[in-house]
């Protein structure tokens, strides 16, 4: 559900979305697309986003894309591991769609223009 609230929300803005059901999959998609940012959660089926996240920083085709986490995990080590890790935002659920689009759309801007953000998160 939440993968479909997201794409349904950032397609709106008129980004194409594609979703993976793992972290696995998420790999795939990104090495086939080459998508401008990526959104992951800690839980994930087929290697968690954390591992997710690790692989797709230490890929040079891909270590420069903003990765956001979005996820119902709010443990402070868990945030600054991703964080740590090279996540470019932590959004906790619940969420709020339109400040995740934003925050989308900020990370992508930057990530762009060559800016390196504080990344934001909250609880």
Known sequence: MIVTLVSLRLEADDYEV????????????????????????????????????EQIKADPATAGMPVMMLTGERNPETVMQALGGGAADYMVKPFNPDVLAERVARAIRNSLAGHKDRPVWEL
């Open 18 to 53: 594609f979703g993976a059901p793992s972290g696995e999959e998420a790999l795939h998609q990104i090495r086939r697309h080459s998508p401008h940012a990526a959104i992951l959660d800690v839980q994930m089926p087929g290697g968690d986003g954390l591992a997710t996240l």
